[in-house]
C-alpha cells in the first residue's frame, strides 16, 4: 500500500491546464472573428475603391448626358466592369464634364485641389478664391469663368447618385444620417469630398483640402507664404497634415468684408504652452461655453492616393490603411466664425428648427451654434445686437492687450492685405465683366440649353443682380445673369477649385 501513489491530483491538474488552454485559445479567436465579421461589413463585398474606377484614357462621370452614342457603345461593349462613382451600377452617371481640364497655366507642383459646400454669395466667395489662387447670372455663371474653378450644380440626378454611395452602408458617419441642419451639412459635405477626391485625382492632383469659405488657410512657417512650398517641404511618407484652426476675434459689430476688416484670431491650443492656455482659459472664453465658438480640431490636406476617402468634414482617411500624419506647428486654418451681426440670422434662416433648447440638439452640434439659433429667433433686433456684442465681438482692449501679450490671441494681417489688395487691382470686377460677356452671349442663345437647372435651387435673379452690384459696385444697367443659370446658392450646393 506504501508503493501506491494516488493520481486525482494529477488528473485535476491536467484538466485545470486543458480548460485554461481552451480558454485563452477562445480568447483570442474571439477578437479575430469580431474583427473580421466587422471588416466584412465595412468592406461590403470588396468593392473597388473609388479613386480608381475610370479608365485613365477617359474622364466619365455619373450621368453624362452628352456622351456620345460611339463612346456608350464602347463602354457597353468593353466588359471593363466600370461601375459608378457612387454605387455599384454600371450605368453612367455625373452629369457635369467630359474630357474637361483645369486651365493650370504652370506645370509648378504640387497641384493641389480645394473643394468646398458653400452657400455664400460673390462678397465671400471671390476673395476666398483669390485669395487661394493667389497667382492669377448668378454666382455659380461668376465661378465658373474663373480658371482652375469648376462648379457642381446640386440636381437631382446627383442626390440619386449621392444616395448610392458606399458612404450610407458605413459606420463612421452613421450618427449624422438623416437629421436636419448642421448634421445633413456634414454629410453632404462628406459626399462632396467624396467626389471631389475622384474630379482632383482625374486632374493630376497631389494633395487635396476641405475648406468652408469662411476659412483660410495661412501657410505661416514655409520658407515663403505659399500653400505650395509648405506642402513641397512635406515628407514623402505623409499622408495627411493637419492644420490647427485659429478663430476670428472681431472688434466692431458693423463688420462688412471679414476677409479685408479682420486681423486679431484666438490660437488654437496646439499652439500655445499648456500652462498659457490652461492659465488664460476663462478669460479666453469671455462665458461662452468652450475655448472656441465653434470647431477646434482643425481642418486637413491629404495625399492624393489610392483607397482614399473623406473621414467628416475635418479629416480625411484611408481604406486599407490608417494614414501617417502631422501636425502642422506653425500654420493654420483662420476660421472667421460669425464675424459678421448677419451672420446670426443668416444660419437661422437656413433651419426649420424650433428654437427650443432640446429640438435645436437635433440640428445643431456645438453649444454655442445652438445659442445663437434661439437668440436669432426669439429676440428682438436690438437684443441680438446686445447679445453679438457680449458674446462675439472683442470690445474689451485691456483684455485684448492682455491676451495679445500672453499668446492666445495673434495678429495676422497677411490675408487682409492680400484680399484688400486683389481688390484694389480689379480682379473681382474683372472676373464679373467677364462673366457679363460670357452671359449675354448665353442670353442671346437658345434659353433652353443657357444653363443647368437645380433641384434645390435657392433665391431669385434680382437678390443676385443685388448683390453683385452691391458688392463689386456693378452699375445697375448691367446685365448680370440668365434665367435658365442656376446659383450656387443653396449651402448643400458644391464647387470644387483645384490650382497649381
Known amino acids: 500500500m506504501a508503493g501506491i501513489r494516488p493520481t486525482t491530483s494529477t488528473s485535476q491538474t491536467s484538466s485545470a491546464q486543458l480548460f485554461t488552454s481552451r480558454l485563452l485559445l477562445l480568447l483570442t479567436l474571439l477578437p479575430l472573428t469580431l474583427a473580421a465579421f ?31 452614342g460611339s463612346i456608350k457603345d464602347t463602354i457597353r461593349n468593353s466588359g471593363s466592369g466600370c461601375t459608378d462613382l457612387l454605387g455599384q451600377s454600371h450605368s453612367l452617371s455625373f452629369p457635369y464634364f467630359r474630357d474637361w481640364k483645369f486651365g493650370f497655366g504652370s506645370d509648378l507642383k504640387p497641384k493641389i485641389c480645394i473643394t468646398t459646400s458653400t452657400s455664400a454669395g460673390l462678397e ?5 478664391i483669390f485669395y487661394h489662387k493667389a ?37 463612421w458617419l452613421s450618427s449624422f444620417f438623416y437629421k436636419p441642419c448642421n448634421y445633413e451639412l456634414f454629410v453632404k459635405q462628406s459626399l462632396n469630398m467624396e467626389m471631389a477626391i475622384v474630379m482632383a485625382r482625374e486632374a493630376g492632383m497631389d494633395w487635396i483640402i476641405h475648406l468652408d469659405t469662411d476659412e483660410l488657410i495661412h501657410p505661416a512657417g514655409a520658407r515663403e507664404y505659399s500653400l505650395r512650398q509648405l506642402l513641397m517641404d512635406v515628407p514623402g511618407n505623409v499622408d495627411m497634415v493637419i492644420f490647427p484652426n485659429y478663430e476670428s476675434s472681431v472688434e466692431r459689430d458693423d463688420t462688412k468684408e471679414p476677409f479685408s476688416e479682420v486681423s486679431m484670431f484666438k490660437k488654437n491650443y496646439d499652439h500655445l504652452p499648456k500652462d498659457v492656455y490652461f492659465g488664460n482659459y476663462k478669460e479666453a472664453t469671455r462665458g461662452n461655453p468652450n475655448y472656441f465658438l465653434t470647431y477646434g480640431n482643425g481642418k486637413s490636406a491629404a495625399r492624393i492616393q489610392d483607397h482614399l476617402r473623406p473621414n467628416g468634414a475635418h479629416r480625411w482617411h484611408n481604406y486599407m ?18 464675424p459678421k451681426f448677419s451672420d446670426l440670422t443668416s444660419r437661422r434662416d437656413r433651419c426649420g428648427c424650433k428654437p427650443t433648447k432640446e429640438d435645436v440638439k437635433r440640428c445643431f452640434m456645438l453649444e454655442f451654434d445652438r445659442s445663437a439659433f434661439i437668440i436669432a429667433s426669439t429676440a428682438t433686433e436690438e437684443e441680438m445686437l446686445l447679445w453679438y456684442r457680449e458674446r462675439i465681438v472683442w470690445t474689451d ?36 465683366a467677364s462673366a457679363q460677356a460670357v452671359l449675354s452671349s448665353v442670353k442671346n442663345s437658345n434659353s433652353s440649353t443657357a444653363g443647368v437647372t437645380s433641384s434645390t435651387k435657392i433665391g431669385h435673379d434680382g437678390e443676385s ?29 458644391s464647387f470644387s477649385g483645384c490650382h497649381s
Open 38 to 68: 466587422a471588416f466584412l461589413l465595412q468592406w461590403r463585398g470588396g468593392l473597388t475603391d473609388p479613386t480608381t474606377r475610370w479608365s485613365p484614357d477617359h474622364h466619365e462621370f455619373p450621368g453624362m448626358e452628352s456622351i456620345s
Open 124 to 128: 465671400q466667395t471671390l476673395p476666398w
Open 135 to 171: 497667382a492669377s447670372p448668378t454666382v455659380s455663371k461668376v465661378l465658373e469663368t474663373i480658371a482652375g474653378v469648376k462648379v457642381i450644380y446640386r440636381t437631382r440626378e446627383l442626390e440619386e447618385q449621392q444616395a448610392k454611395s458606399r458612404i450610407w452602408n458605413e459606420t
Open 321 to 338: 490603411k490608417t494614414p501617417n500624419e502631422v501636425k502642422l506647428e506653425e500654420a493654420a486654418v483662420l476660421h472667421y466664425t460669425y
Open 397 to 432: 482692449r485691456a483684455l485684448n492687450l492682455k491676451l495679445l501679450r500672453k499668446g492666445i490671441l495673434t495678429r495676422i494681417y497677411t490675408p487682409m492685405v492680400i484680399v484688400q489688395r486683389l481688390r484694389e487691382t480689379g480682379v473681382f470686377s474683372s472676373v464679373i
Open 465 to 493: 443682380k443685388a448683390t453683385a452690384r452691391r458688392v463689386l459696385q456693378i452699375p445697375d444697367n448691367s446685365s448680370f445673369s440668365s434665367r435658365n443659370s442656376t446659383a450656387i446658392s443653396s449651402w448643400p450646393g
